[in-house]
């Protein structure tokens, strides 16, 4: 009985990495599937097994664990990071003059995919129901960018060269060239902000003497995934945003000597680790985090048996990189933020008296 329990809790917790399959990979721990265990949802075991650990935190990268939670509920996490935390993007563009050899669609596309550092909390969704012009914008819901440049000929440049970078000047267009035109009180609002690209070395266009780009741009605040999924990607906050199940893995038996190097090189670097017992190299499993579960030692038949390969099911490690427009962690509250406000009209339609 005490085995098939264990073998219980195994299918309940644990993903299995097998030689030729993955087992337990579906969740089964729903109420009745398992004789003798209540698995009825209750708030305060969920208070008290949820938790997020914050492993490391820099200015565009995060990486955290988010425990005690089902693969659906962190799946929608993610998802919500990569399209429907709302961000600052270029939204129109309106060229007055083109002379580059880049064709004005594909020049208003690599201008709409640079990363815009504003902060989004501070502005309005441009409300596209109203019959206003074109142009139209507002201090509340617009952020106005020009580009104006142009190529000429370096008078000072030595006869013998052909480096364009001394022949000319001004003849590689950088995103740091694309400057902030504050509309209405902006100016005053945003006095200790810097507004612009993320990043000042993003290459737009080659020029050549005599060519110019004269552009305004108006950037909107928006998110990837609208209600019709029609919106853009240029909106997502996140360069990337994964997560993977923590590692687990098991020794069955010591493993010494020649197999215990062998085994130790099956796994990413600072997995396993060797220690002098009796003058004997024993092999040690020291941080199964790091491992990428390659399952390179089950090509060994002496050491497949001697090693037990899973997976946290409900450990998840959560990577987020950041454009560059928010910090990582704000990223992470705002998506926190969208996913309460999901389940709190959930709960409202559930409640209300005129559903169909």
Not at 233 to 259: C, D, M
Not at 291 to 314: A, I
Request: aromatic share 6%; with cysteine; charged share 30%.
């Amino acid at each position: 009985m005490a085995a098939t329990m264990k073998n219980v809790e195994e299918i309940r917790d644990r993903v299995i990495l097998g030689e030729f399959g993955v087992k337990n990979v579906h969740t089964s721990d729903f109420p009745g599937n398992y004789p003798g265990y209540d698995d009825t949802w209750d708030m305060h075991t969920f208070q008290k097994n949820f938790r997020i650990d914050v492993v490391h935190l820099d200015e565009s990268n995060m990486e955290f664990d988010m425990v005690g939670i089902d693969a659906a509920i962190a799946n929608a996490f993610r998802r919500i990071l990569l399209a429907e935390v709302p961000t600052m993007a270029i939204e129109k563009v309106f060229i007055y003059n083109n002379t580059s050899i880049v064709q004005d669609e594909v020049l208003s596309h690599r201008l709409g995919l640079i990363p815009i550092k504003a902060d989004p909390r501070l502005f309005e969704y441009k409300n596209t129901g109203d019959e206003v012009a074109e142009e139209g914008g507002s201090e509340i819901d617009t952020i106005q960018l020009q580009l104006k440049i142009k190529c000429s000929r370096n008078p000072r440049a030595s006869k013998d060269s052909s480096d364009p970078r001394e022949l000319y000047t001004n003849h590689m267009v950088y995103s740091r060239d694309i400057k902030w035109v504050p509309i209405g009180n902006q100016a005053d609002v945003f006095a200790d902000s810097s507004i612009g690209p993320v990043h000042d070395d993003i290459l737009i266009a080659q020029l050549r003497p005599g060519q110019e780009l004269d552009i305004i741009m108006h950037c909107v605040k928006g998110i990837v995934q609208l209600c019709l999924g029609k919106d853009h990607a240029k909106f997502s906050p996140v360069a990337t945003a994964s997560y993977r199940l923590l590692p687990e893995i098991t020794l069955l038996e010591p493993v010494e000597g020649e197999k215990a190097e062998r085994l130790k090189h099956c796994f990413s670097r600072g997995v396993i680790d060797l220690q002098d017992v009796n003058g004997k190299k024993v092999a040690k499993v020291v941080n199964s985090r790091l491992d990428t579960c390659s399952r390179e030692v089950l090509r060994h038949d002496d050491l497949k048996n001697v090693v037990k390969l899973g997976r946290l099911r409900d450990h998840f490690i959560f990577t987020v990189e950041s454009t560059g427009i928010l910090p990582p962690d704000v990223l992470v509250t705002e998506a926190i933020k969208v996913l309460m406000a999901k389940c709190h009209r959930f709960v409202n339609e559930l409640d209300s008296t005129d559903m169909k």
